[in-house]
């Protein structure tokens, strides 16, 4: 073998010894797992995720033969259902009836921004405007009964005061799922906390969330 054949033989078993090396330090390197070791956010994120799945599937409902919406009661999921309201303007529904109060007509939701008169007139065949049962007031609206002294949970619908009509006019809440939570709550007794609403067939976290702002049991 002449020096040349030697060294490209050297040469050779360097690069093989550089190349095992690397596929060596490749191979036992720390690879990050997965997903992260703590768990703990996962017990939300299931829950979180089925609600965001049936808000959305609500959202994409069609308005069934004769339903009508109330601007006042629905929340924003609900709202998106009427034509030409999509998630964006039925937050802004929201924030309008949060800070007017009770909305008396159809006309005024002209000074929602993004609402005009063709939507106007897309949405008013499927708009209801009732008028608010006694002691009921959104967060937000200014009325003279607010927070009055001696007045438990004043400007809110009370669960365990609230007749069955009352309460079917919460989102969510029909004349079947309303005849029940009145059902239980003669039978049962009071509810202490609007979770404990849970123990009516019908009602779930989704549902709760909803009506969260709009009730109370105090």
Same mark, same amino acid.
């Given at each position: 073998m002449n020096p040349d054949e030697r060294r490209a033989l050297w040469v050779s078993v360097g690069v093989l010894l550089l190349a095992s090396v690397l596929r060596f330090g490749w191979e036992v390197r720390p690879v990050p797992p997965l997903f992260p070791p703590d768990t703990s956010a996962?017990?939300?994120?299931? $829950?979180?995720?089925?609600? #965001? @799945?049936?808000?959305?599937?609500?959202?994409?409902?069609?308005? /069934?033969?004769?339903? +009508?919406?109330? $601007?006042?009661?629905?929340? #924003? @999921?609900?709202?998106?259902?009427?034509?030409?309201?999509?998630? /964006?303007?039925?937050? +802004?529904?929201?924030?309008?009836?949060?800070?007017?109060?009770?909305?008396?007509?159809?006309?005024?939701?002209l000074e929602v921004a993004g609402i005009g008169a063709a939507t106007l007139e897309r949405m008013r065949p499927h708009l209801a405007f009732g008028t608010p049962p006694p002691g009921w007031r959104h967060p937000g609206a200014n009325t003279a009964t607010a927070g009055a002294p001696g007045a438990p949970g004043a400007g809110l619908l009370h669960l365990n005061r609230a007749s069955a009509g009352e309460l079917e006019r919460l989102p969510g809440v029909g004349p079947a799922l309303a005849a029940r939570i009145v059902h239980d709550r003669a039978s049962n007794g009071p509810f202490p906390a609007l979770e404990d609403l849970a123990r009516v067939p019908g009602i779930g976290p989704v549902l709760l969330e909803r009506i969260r702002s709009m009730v109370t049991v105090d």
């Open positions: 996962y017990a939300t994120l299931l $829950p979180a995720t089925e609600a #965001a @799945v049936a808000d959305e599937a609500r959202r994409r409902t069609p308005l /069934a033969p004769g339903e +009508r919406i109330d $601007p006042n009661l629905a929340d #924003a @999921v609900e709202l998106a259902r009427l034509p030409g309201v999509g998630p /964006a303007l039925s937050d +802004r529904m929201v924030a309008f009836r949060k800070d007017r109060g009770w909305i008396r007509s159809a006309e005024e939701l």
